[in-house]
């Protein structure tokens, strides 16, 4: 399993140059990053060398389109999906991902056909290039009653959404702060096949109820109460092997440098890592 990281957690970046150099530098292997940018500003060859240069690869992309809201919104987005779409599979990233809010202001069921349309829309899009779309299921409390209605949070409500949107490309976006949040096991983790994870997220809880996590109060890894190591020992069991990137999401911006904070994050996995004997 590759360790990877996100810019989420990582302070004020000057470039992607940057975000890359120190993602190597600390001895992660997998960078989240906006593959349509890298190219803009590389070149396909050019950001190829790049991360080349630096034994990287792209863990996954987000999914540029946003689909939760009006239709001729979601529409106009799609050309940006498939121009996405060609440059990370033009640099060999094969996982784009975004997340579906446990809440929303439309009622559950007239969301749910829009989202499962569009969302099937994205999928075939992806598919065309040999992306596959990962969806993640988001768990703290306070979040399931932010909007009016409540919708998805939890795994085997996700895997069913899954099946109805009927792609064989899409799967899961697994994070490790929602595993906690829906008070779920390895025993969970060991009833999925590998293959149902597109990608993987790493944080940590502060050691509060449950309940109480919000979803930007997160943790670098082993800072906090998750049992990393199991979670990783279960992903590791069922023969998951993609990127495992930190994700850390905080209500005001850290103040450290980024490369303290890589530093900080490299301390974080060899604890973890170290601790599931992987």
């Given at each position: 399993?590759l360790?990877?990281l996100?810019?989420?957690?990582l302070?004020?970046?000057?470039?992607?140059?940057?975000?890359?150099?120190?993602?190597a530098?600390y001895?992660?292997?997998?960078?989240?990053?906006?593959?349509l940018?890298?190219?803009?500003?590389?070149?396909?060859?050019?950001?190829?060398?790049?991360?080349?240069?630096h034994g990287?690869v792209?863990?996954s992309?987000?999914?540029?389109?946003?689909w939760?809201?009006?239709?001729?919104?979601?529409?106009a987005?799609?050309?940006k999906?498939?121009?996405?779409?060609?440059?990370?599979a033009?640099?060999?990233?094969?996982?784009?991902?975004?997340?579906?809010?446990?809440?929303?202001?439309?009622?559950a069921?007239?969301f749910?056909?829009?989202?499962?349309?569009?969302l099937?829309t994205?999928a075939q899009i992806?598919g065309?290039?040999g992306?596959?779309?990962?969806?993640?299921?988001?768990?703290?409390?306070?979040?399931?009653t932010?909007?009016?209605?409540?919708?998805?949070?939890?795994l085997d409500?996700?895997l069913?959404w899954?099946?109805?949107?009927?792609e064989s490309?899409?799967?899961?976006?697994?994070d490790?702060?929602h595993?906690?949040?829906?008070?779920l096991?390895?025993?969970?983790?060991?009833?999925?096949?590998a293959e149902?994870?597109?990608h993987?997220?790493i944080?940590?809880?502060?050691?509060v109820?449950?309940?109480?996590?919000l979803?930007?109060?997160?943790?670098?890894?082993?800072?906090g109460?998750i049992?990393?190591?199991?979670f990783?020992?279960?992903?590791?069991r069922?023969g998951?092997?993609?990127?495992i990137?930190?994700?850390?999401?905080?209500?005001?911006?850290p103040?450290?440098?980024?490369?303290?904070?890589v530093?900080?994050?490299k301390?974080?996995?060899?604890k973890?890592?170290?601790?599931a004997?992987?």
């Amino acid at each position: 399993m590759l360790r990877g990281l996100t810019g989420a957690g990582l302070g004020k970046l000057e470039s992607n140059e940057q975000f890359i150099e120190l993602a190597a530098k600390y001895g992660f292997e997998a960078v989240d990053i906006d593959a349509l940018g890298l190219v803009e500003s590389y070149s396909v060859d050019g950001a190829r060398e790049l991360l080349h240069k630096h034994g990287l690869v792209i863990g996954s992309i987000g999914l540029p389109v946003e689909w939760r809201g009006a239709e001729e919104t979601f529409r106009a987005d799609l050309p940006k999906l498939t121009q996405a779409a060609a440059a990370a599979a033009a640099l060999g990233c094969t996982s784009c991902c975004t997340y579906v809010l446990p809440s929303t202001d439309l009622g559950a069921a007239h969301f749910m056909a829009l989202a499962t349309r569009r969302l099937r829309t994205c999928a075939q899009i992806l598919g065309d290039y040999g992306i596959r779309l990962g969806l993640e299921f988001v768990g703290p409390h306070h979040l399931r009653t932010r909007w009016k209605h409540p919708f998805i949070w939890t795994l085997d409500e996700t895997l069913d959404w899954i099946d109805a949107i009927g792609e064989s490309n899409v799967g899961l976006l697994f994070d490790s702060y929602h595993w906690y949040t829906n008070g779920l096991t390895v025993a969970d983790i060991e009833k999925l096949r590998a293959e149902q994870i597109v990608h993987v997220h790493i944080n940590d809880a502060p050691d509060v109820p449950v309940e109480e996590v919000l979803d930007n109060a997160r943790l670098y890894p082993g800072e906090g109460v998750i049992d990393l190591a199991s979670f990783l020992q279960g992903l590791q069991r069922i023969g998951y092997k993609g990127a495992i990137s930190q994700e850390i999401l905080t209500a005001t911006p850290p103040t450290e440098s980024p490369e303290s904070l890589v530093q900080r994050s490299k301390a974080g996995f060899d604890k973890v890592y170290a601790a599931a004997g992987i």
